[in-house]
């Protein structure tokens, strides 16, 4: 079984632009989850996948490979798609390029569910962790997930789900890390599927997946990470380099 990261990068951000070329301890964000990636020894190997030439110059002087997309992309699974395509891989890890400091454990498991998945049930796999603080459970910033018996998601929200109507009922709530592992096959027809209403009104790819009757088996973590979504995670993350 071949195994490829890949990590989809844009310059632009809504929230916080160029945010994958500030610095991090000397290197750009992008440079240092790259490394990550690599360093976890898990995979055969490891891209960077993007639509901007400043964040492909970074990585390749720095001897990383790097991909230039050739189309505009809507979402990352749209970019890794394109670039995989036509290579020989058998699953493909979406590492996120604002998350450098994932770990081999977390992934490793992803990578798990596909070596005993005998069956061929998973077309993805992802990451969630249990939260517990109110404001994160209510934070749109914070992608919620819910999942059935057999940790496959449901559904996928910024806002709260389960919705508390009724308390002490044993309910966990469950943070997703965007981290995903795909079978290619199961990417290459998100390519070629459109958006739809889920997607569309929550700007949340991995809906798509799910409209199109896509399995996505869920594994729990305590390795949350930390996405650099603001100015404020990149200073908290400059206090861990």
Same mark, same amino acid.
């Given at each position: 079984?071949?195994?490829? =990261?890949v990590i989809? *990068? %844009?310059? =632009?951000s809504?929230r916080f632009p =160029?945010k994958?070329?500030?610095d991090l301890?000397?290197?750009?964000v992008? $440079? %240092?989850t790259?490394e990550a990636a $690599?360093h976890?020894? @898990?995979?055969d190997e490891?891209?960077v996948? #993007?639509?901007?030439v400043?964040? &492909?110059?970074a990585v390749? #002087?720095?001897?990383?490979?790097?991909?230039?997309s050739?189309?505009?992309?809507?979402?990352?699974s749209d970019r890794i798609a394109e670039?995989?395509?036509?290579?020989?891989v058998? +699953?493909? +890890?979406?590492v996120?390029? !604002?998350?450098?400091?994932?770990d *081999?454990?977390? @992934?490793?498991?992803?990578?798990?569910?596909?070596?005993?998945?005998? *069956?061929g049930?998973?077309?993805l796999?992802s $990451?969630m962790c249990?939260?517990?603080?109110e404001?994160?459970?209510?934070s749109?910033?914070?992608?919620? +997930?819910?999942?059935?018996?057999n940790?496959?998601?449901? &559904?996928?929200?910024r806002?709260?789900?389960p &919705?508390p109507?009724?308390?002490?009922v044993?309910v966990r709530?469950?943070r997703?890390?965007?981290? &995903? =592992?795909? %079978?290619k096959q199961a990417? @290459?027809?998100?390519y070629?599927?459109?958006?739809?209403?889920l997607?569309?009104?929550e700007k949340?790819?991995q809906? /798509?997946? @799910?409209e199109?009757g896509? /399995?996505?088996r869920m594994v729990?973590?305590?390795?949350a990470g930390?996405?650099i !979504?603001?100015?404020e995670?990149?200073?908290k *993350? %400059?206090?861990?380099?």
């Amino acid at each position: 079984m071949k195994i490829i =990261a890949v990590i989809p *990068a %844009r310059y =632009a951000s809504t929230r916080f632009p =160029a945010k994958l070329m500030q610095d991090l301890g000397g290197k750009p964000v992008i $440079l %240092r989850t790259y490394e990550a990636a $690599l360093h976890t020894g @898990l995979f055969d190997e490891v891209f960077v996948v #993007t639509d901007s030439v400043i964040i &492909y110059d970074a990585v390749v #002087t720095s001897g990383g490979k790097a991909i230039m997309s050739i189309k505009e992309h809507e979402s990352g699974s749209d970019r890794i798609a394109e670039a995989v395509e036509n290579m020989d891989v058998d +699953v493909v +890890v979406n590492v996120q390029g !604002d998350e450098p400091f994932i770990d *081999a454990e977390p @992934l490793a498991k992803l990578i798990q569910v596909f070596r005993d998945d005998t *069956a061929g049930q998973v077309d993805l796999a992802s $990451l969630m962790c249990q939260i517990t603080d109110e404001n994160d459970i209510n934070s749109p910033n914070n992608v919620k +997930v819910v999942v059935d018996h057999n940790q496959f998601a449901l &559904y996928f929200s910024r806002s709260v789900i389960p &919705y508390p109507r009724e308390v002490n009922v044993g309910v966990r709530y469950f943070r997703h890390i965007g981290i &995903y =592992a795909f %079978r290619k096959q199961a990417l @290459l027809d998100f390519y070629s599927l459109p958006m739809q209403s889920l997607e569309a009104s929550e700007k949340l790819e991995q809906l /798509r997946y @799910l409209e199109f009757g896509k /399995r996505i088996r869920m594994v729990e973590t305590t390795h949350a990470g930390i996405g650099i !979504d603001t100015p404020e995670d990149l200073e908290k *993350a %400059r206090g861990m380099v």
